[in-house]
Every structure is written in C-alpha cells, then in structure tokens.
C-alpha cells in the first residue's frame, strides 16, 4: 500500500522561499508519476509539476515555471519541491501524488489520473 507524506509547508512571506517534502513507502510501480497538485479554498485542484520516475523529464505549470522546481531522490523515496520567489497567490493545499504509469501529456492537467495521494501541507504567503 503506497503512503506519502508531505512536509514542509508553513507561513511565509512574499518572495520567500519553501521546500516541500514528500516521503513515500510501499511504491511497488516499476514505472510512474510523481507529482505536486495544489488546492486554494474554493478553486479546483491544479497541476503545479510533474516528473518522472524512469526519464527524470520534468513539466510545470506556467504560474510556477522558473520560480519552482521538482526534484526526487529516487534511493530514499522522495520527492521534493522547492518554491521560490512565493506570492500570495502561491497560497493553497500543496498535495503529492503518484500515477502508475510514465508521465504523460495528462498529467500535469488531469490530477484524476493519479490514484496515490498524501494528506497535503498548507502553504500561506502573505503580501
């Protein structure tokens, strides 16, 4: 049974900096997905990054592109995120997932298709 377990997330200051961590155990999928989502109250969930387990390719949405970047350390189980140059629209419910399959041109749009989620961590960035 796959766990993930995100850390990290806390109160910061616009321009600020946070890395997210997530620990994930009983990933048994030979090949997969790994990635961020993220969910402000009252707003779908969304897409932040993605990458792949095999490939080490890498996707972003275009509101984090050059400010975050995904990372994994495949030996230990986990997956990293660190944000830099944060906003206030940065706030939200930071989630890591798995899909068990490569990454594809889904999804990073189509959190549907990721069936591992962990309980999130909140981010809060104030102006």
């Known amino acids: 049974q796959v766990q993930l377990a995100e850390s990290g997330g806390g109160p910061v200051q616009t321009g600020g900096s946070l890395l997210l961590t997530c620990a994930a155990s009983?990933?048994?999928?030979?090949?997969?997905?790994m990635g961020w989502f993220r969910q402000a109250p009252g707003e779908k969930r969304e897409g932040v990054a993605i990458?792949?387990?095999?490939?080490?390719?890498?996707n972003y949405a275009p509101s984090v592109k050059g400010r975050f970047t995904i990372s994994k350390d495949k030996n230990k189980n986990i997956l990293y995120l660190q944000m830099n140059s944060l906003k206030p629209e940065d706030t939200a419910v930071y989630f890591c997932?798995?899909?068990?399959?490569?990454?594809?041109?889904?999804?990073?749009?189509?959190?549907?298709?990721?069936?591992?989620w962990g309980q999130g961590t909140q981010v809060t960035v104030s102006s």
């Open positions: 990458i792949d387990s095999e490939s080490d390719l890498t």
């Open positions: 009983g990933v048994g999928y030979r090949r997969y997905c």
């Open positions: 997932a798995i899909e068990s399959d490569d990454c594809g041109t889904g999804s990073l749009t189509d959190w549907y298709l990721f069936q591992d």
